[in-house]
């Protein structure tokens, strides 16, 4: 009786190490950046390695015909992440792309994404520059080539949300604007005087009501006057004519 049960056991554990280790469709992930890109990922605490996972990618062009692409996983460095990417000649909001992922020639599982559904549009590039009336202007780069593939009311669709705070402190405020405006002034007076702050942003669309919003921006930082310039007419200085007060 034991022998059977021991037996049970072993069998049970190897099926377990044949099935429980495959990653399922929440493990496989795909994000577009509406231009020329498509990025997915594998992640999985089963995974040992990325070796001998790929993913053959479909989908239509011109209404035509349909493209093939073999998308080869690598290990992120950076992370416990599989990940691979592939090339498209621009994208259709509408589009339909069908995913088969495989370990070897053993088909795992198969997944379908609708372009608009997983757009993660690129980081922002930030600048931020001190202007006559002491205000910080925060301007950016969305990455996009305006005369590239990209429509127009994509870029419309993009909005810029803003984080800014002290450096090294806790509190953070947030700013979401358009990305058509441009730029967006930061009021000095509404900041501590003498102090550093730090700046970052993300970008999202509403093609997916700003559900995915991009990877985060590289850090930018400011520092504030000792005086603000609104207030330097009232500043109060030391006068030397009259006796000190004890």
């Given at each position: 009786?034991?022998?059977?049960?021991?037996?049970?056991?072993?069998?049970?554990?190897?099926?377990?190490?044949?099935?429980?280790?495959?990653?399922?469709?929440?493990?496989?992930?795909?994000?577009?950046?509406?231009?020329?890109?498509?990025?997915?990922?594998?992640?999985?605490?089963?995974?040992?390695?990325?070796?001998?996972?790929?993913?053959?990618?479909?989908?239509?062009?011109?209404?035509?015909?349909?493209?093939?692409?073999?998308?080869?996983?690598?290990?992120?460095?950076?992370?416990?992440?599989?990940?691979?990417?592939?090339?498209?000649?621009?994208?259709?909001?509408?589009?339909?792309?069908?995913?088969?992922?495989?370990?070897?020639?053993?088909?795992?599982?198969?997944?379908?994404?609708?372009?608009?559904?997983?757009?993660?549009?690129?980081?922002?590039?930030?600048?931020?520059?001190?202007?006559?009336?002491?205000?910080?202007?925060?301007?950016?780069?969305?990455?996009?080539?305006?005369?590239?593939?990209?429509?127009?009311?994509?870029?419309e669709s993009l909005r810029i949300n803003l984080t800014y705070g002290i450096k090294g402190g806790h509190k953070n405020i947030s700013k979401t604007v358009p990305n058509t405006v441009r730029s967006f002034e930061i009021v000095a007076k509404n900041l501590q005087p003498n102090i550093t702050y730090i700046l970052t942003a993300t970008m999202s669309t509403d093609y997916n009501d700003h559900s995915i919003p991009s990877d985060q921006s590289a850090t930018v930082e400011f520092t504030t006057s000792?005086?603000?310039?609104?207030?330097?007419?009232?500043?109060?200085?030391?006068?030397?004519?009259?006796?000190?007060?004890?």
């Amino acid at each position: 009786m034991f022998s059977t049960v021991f037996k049970c056991k072993i069998i049970f554990t190897l099926i377990c190490i044949a099935l429980c280790n495959e990653p399922t469709k929440e493990d496989l992930k795909c994000f577009n950046d509406y231009e020329t890109e498509m990025k997915c990922s594998l992640s999985s605490d089963h995974l040992q390695n990325c070796s001998g996972y790929e993913l053959n990618i479909t989908h239509p062009v011109l209404d035509m015909f349909k493209k093939n692409n073999t998308c080869i996983f690598e290990r992120n460095p950076y992370s416990d992440n599989c990940e691979c990417n592939i090339t498209v000649e621009g994208f259709v909001a509408t589009e339909i792309f069908n995913t088969t992922l495989l370990e070897g020639s053993n088909v795992l599982l198969y997944k379908t994404f609708m372009t608009s559904d997983f757009i993660k549009p690129k980081s922002p590039v930030l600048s931020v520059q001190k202007i006559e009336n002491g205000n910080f202007n925060v301007t950016w780069k969305d990455q996009y080539e305006k005369s590239g593939l990209v429509p127009r009311h994509f870029f419309e669709s993009l909005r810029i949300n803003l984080t800014y705070g002290i450096k090294g402190g806790h509190k953070n405020i947030s700013k979401t604007v358009p990305n058509t405006v441009r730029s967006f002034e930061i009021v000095a007076k509404n900041l501590q005087p003498n102090i550093t702050y730090i700046l970052t942003a993300t970008m999202s669309t509403d093609y997916n009501d700003h559900s995915i919003p991009s990877d985060q921006s590289a850090t930018v930082e400011f520092t504030t006057s000792s005086c603000p310039t609104e207030c330097s007419l009232f500043c109060v200085f030391p006068s030397f004519d009259e006796e000190e007060t004890n």
